[in-house]
């Protein structure tokens, strides 16, 4: 079992940065692919990035390739989600995921503990 928690979230400028993190309660975090999910009003949620468990593979979106970065510190049961350059499009709930399938491609009916969200506001 793994209870996630985000934080960092907020409202920012477009061109301004956010970094979110997500706390993870359980012995196994380190085992577990981490991803990090968006969903608009409206909208489908959808695969920003993800991590294994060693850190060595990553995946982005291409909506947030070369703005965003995923990294995790397993001795601290978190994982983060740096945004940069962020844009008004970029507005929605974010969500942290845990899989337990050890590849960062992995669609969300795949993923099985999902934190509450995290609410990201972009003004234009």
């Known amino acids: 079992q793994v209870q996630l928690g985000e934080s960092g979230g907020g409202l920012v400028q477009a061109g301004g940065s956010l970094r979110l993190s997500c706390a993870a309660h359980?012995?196994?975090?380190?085992?577990?692919?981490m991803g990090w999910f968006r969903q608009a009003p409206g909208k489908e949620r959808e695969l920003l990035a993800a991590?294994?468990?060693?850190?060595?593979?990553?995946y982005y979106a291409d909506s947030v390739k070369g703005r965003f970065t995923i990294s995790r510190d397993n001795a601290k049961n978190t994982v983060y989600l740096q945004m940069n350059s962020l844009k008004p499009e970029d507005t929605a709930v974010y969500y942290c995921?845990?899989?337990?399938?050890?590849?960062?491609?992995?669609?969300?009916?795949?993923?099985?503990?999902w934190g509450q969200g995290t609410q990201v506001t972009v003004s234009s």
């Open positions: 991590i294994i468990w060693s850190g060595a593979n990553t």
């Open positions: 359980g012995r196994t975090f380190s085992t577990y692919t």
């Open positions: 995921a845990a899989s337990r399938v050890p590849i960062a491609v992995v669609p969300a009916t795949e993923y099985d503990y």
